[in-house]
């Protein structure tokens, strides 16, 4: 992109979220270059991206009653290499929330029936927790959607 720089100002460059997230994993060069009326200059710097595990932890889904049943909906791109695992928890509001594994059941489109009853919180919630770890693999690797419902 392009812009006139002020003269004599600190001029910043940044890379939204959304841009970082668009870049694969790799090396990277961003190019400056500074033009005026007599000349130019330009200066690059290389950068690497190696994310090699990732986690997405949904906030708190607060529930009138205690859900027993979650079924979900997880769009993604995982390489056969990397680890992927979905836990989920029907108390979520706890200080220590009771985590299950069900990543057999959501790669198998079943439902997914919770085991926890009890809970320390003053109400009942849903929560839903995604770890990835690339294990070395490369190509493409992300969590885009997650979806579903509870009961």
Known sequence: RSYNAELGAT????????????????????????TDYVDEASRSYTFVKNVASFTIQTNPIVATD??????LTIGRSIPSEAT???????????????????????MSNLVHTFTNTTKTANQWGVAIRITVNRNGSSGACYVDAIGGNFE
């Not at 205690?66 to 079924?71: G, L």
């Not at 979905?86 to 959501?106: G, K, L, M, R, Y």
């Open 66 to 71: 205690k859900p027993t049943r979650i079924a």
């Open 11 to 34: 001029n910043t460059f940044n890379v939204t979220n959304e841009e970082w997230l668009k870049l694969t994993n790799g090396s990277h060069t961003m190019t400056i270059i500074a």
């Open 84 to 106: 992927f695992v979905v836990e989920v928890c029907n108390n979520a509001f706890d200080t220590i929330p009771t985590w299950e594994d069900c990543t057999s059941i959501i």
